[in-house]
């Protein structure tokens, strides 16, 4: 297991920013390529951004494309979800998963990613 621990939610007003963080006490963790999903109530969870274990790799839905900015630093590997232009259609819970696959390409389903987030709370007002 790899727990994963998500923090930076929170109510924002739309144009605003906040940055999400996502990181793991296990090493293991900097070794895998990483995800960010998102699930508003009464959705399924959806794709939202992804980074290769060395972080030079991303991929982005189209729904946050310019607007959001995965990156990954510091001495934990943290990942990072930077969210600039803030929509209320952006409202969800946001989780970081960790895919230990070790594949090359970034994946986009959740069922590619084996560790996960509890989650944080994103709430954009308008």
């Known amino acids: 297991q790899v727990p994963l621990v998500e923090s930076g939610g929170g109510l924002v007003q739309t144009g605003g920013s906040l940055r999400l963080s996502c990181s793991a006490s296990?090493?293991?963790?900097?070794?895998?390529?990483v995800g960010w999903f998102r699930q508003a109530p009464g959705q399924e969870r959806e794709f939202v951004a992804a980074i290769n274990w060395l972080g030079l790799n991303t991929y982005y839905a189209d729904s946050v494309k310019g607007r959001f900015t995965v990156s990954k630093g510091g001495a934990k590997d943290t990942v990072y979800l930077q969210m600039n232009s803030l929509k209320p259609e952006d409202t969800a819970v946001y989780y970081c998963?960790?895919?230990?696959?070790?594949?090359?390409?970034?994946?986009?389903?959740?069922?590619?990613?084996?560790?996960w987030g509890q989650g944080t709370q994103v709430t954009v007002s308008s």
């Open positions: 296990e090493g293991t963790f900097s070794l895998y390529n």
């Open positions: 998963a960790a895919d230990s696959s070790r594949q090359r390409g970034l994946r986009s389903r959740t069922y590619n990613y084996n560790y």
